[in-house]
């Protein structure tokens, strides 16, 4: 239900509960980066705990209260914590200029999605970067809060979502105060994606070439950083037949990265496959969900 809200009425990319957290972290960040690990440590239980707590209390309260209104209150935090569209019309975007021949279009829509600059980019490099992103945010947006979502209900889509969040805003920055500061949300995210990017992975082989994800999976996966994208992105690479990673023109010079994937050079058909490989996953995912969920309803 929550999916199909979130089709019918899409929130914006940055969408009121992740404003809320932005301005919150930028608070903590303000308060309490000192430089040192412990500070970031502070910060990540201040702006977390709280939430997660509240999320879980007003869960269990409504449950036993009134059990639509529990219904309806996991559905408000889904819809809030996942969806599709917060992605999708970035990846629409980019390929539509593609397939038009657009190239400035293109590297402006991946730019502002990627928050990097794309200006150097070839065709092929905004293909096959867009497929990354896709995959990834496929992950982080649908496929990692459903797994927190079933593991601990409404809190637990949420705190994936506030650890998403605070390792893109703290873990990500290189200025040597915050280096050290960010350094536990990034570990803190690593640990709870630990689980989700490899069944997210195993999703991806298993609706996909299941031979050449495995084999991505096991050969590439540990030269990519963080390794949980690497696995992730491998697998989606080998599932498609596709090549990722690779060098990219950017900053007046060519970065090298490693391969991963498989197959032929990335381009626009290859993102439709991307696209229908994240649909299948979702399918089989569900799939899985209906089957558990009659099982425990028939004892």
Avoid at 45 to 52: G, M, N, R, S, T
Avoid at 102 to 114: E, G, I, M, T, V
Avoid at 257 to 281: K, S
């Amino acid at each position: 239900m929550a999916l199909a809200f979130e089709q019918a009425w899409p929130l914006r990319q940055v969408n009121p509960v992740h404003e809320v957290l932005n301005r919150g972290a930028e608070w903590l960040e303000a308060q309490f980066n000192g430089g040192q690990r412990r500070h970031g440590v502070i910060a990540w239980l201040l702006a977390v705990v709280p939430i997660v707590a509240a999320v879980a209390a007003v869960s269990y309260l409504l449950h036993e209260i009134n059990v639509a209104a529990a219904w309806a209150w996991n559905v408000t935090v889904l819809y809030f914590t996942m969806g599709f569209r917060r992605f999708s019309h970035s990846f629409t975007g980019i390929q539509q200029a593609l397939r038009a021949g657009d190239l400035a279009s293109a590297r402006q829509h991946l730019s502002a999605w990627r928050g990097e600059p794309a200006t150097e980019f070839n065709a092929a490099e905004i293909a096959r970067v867009t497929i990354e992103q896709g995959l990834l945010a496929s992950h982080r947006h649908v496929f990692g809060p459903i797994f927190w979502f079933i593991a601990l209900g409404p809190a637990g889509a949420m705190l994936y979502f506030s650890a998403t969040t605070l390792a893109e805003l703290w873990g990500l920055k290189r200025e040597p105060e915050s280096v050290e500061f960010g350094r536990f949300a990034t570990q803190a995210f690593f640990w709870l994606d630990w689980v989700p990017s490899r069944l997210t992975a195993a999703s991806f082989a298993v609706v996909g070439d299941f031979e050449d994800a495995v084999y991505c999976w096991r050969s590439q996966a540990d030269a990519w950083n963080p390794q949980s994208h690497g696995i992730i992105l491998s697998a989606g690479g080998g599932a498609l037949g596709v090549r990722l990673g690779d060098t990219l023109h950017q900053y007046g010079t060519v970065e090298y990265r490693p391969e991963l994937g498989i197959g032929d050079e990335a381009e626009p058909d290859h993102m439709q496959q991307a696209v229908g490989l994240i649909w299948r996953t979702l399918v089989l995912v569900m799939f899985l969900i209906l089957l558990v969920s009659l099982a425990h309803a028939l004892g």
